[in-house]
């Protein structure tokens, strides 16, 4: 007996496997989008916040 494929065990683990899988995928995918929001888009969006006071400071 054990863990033939038959048992009923087996595809409650598969999805538990399966599962965790797609939930490792997710992270992955989200820590990614973050990464890519902070290298890209944060430090224009810093700067311009920075530039605009400072230029208006400037023009006095």
């Known amino acids: 007996m054990g863990n033939s494929l ?3 065990v087996a595809p409650r ?3 538990t496997r399966k599962r ?3 939930s490792f995928g997710v992270v992955i995918l989200v820590t990614a989008l973050f990464g ?3 290298y890209y888009w944060l430090p224009g ?3 311009n ?7 208006k400071f ?3």
């Open 36 to 38: 890519l929001l902070g």
């Open 58 to 60: 400037n023009a006095y």
């Open 6 to 8: 038959n048992s009923p």
């Open 49 to 55: 916040k920075i530039c605009v006071p400072l230029l």
């Open 20 to 22: 965790l899988v797609i």
């Open 13 to 15: 683990r598969f999805v």
């Open 45 to 47: 969006y810093a700067k």
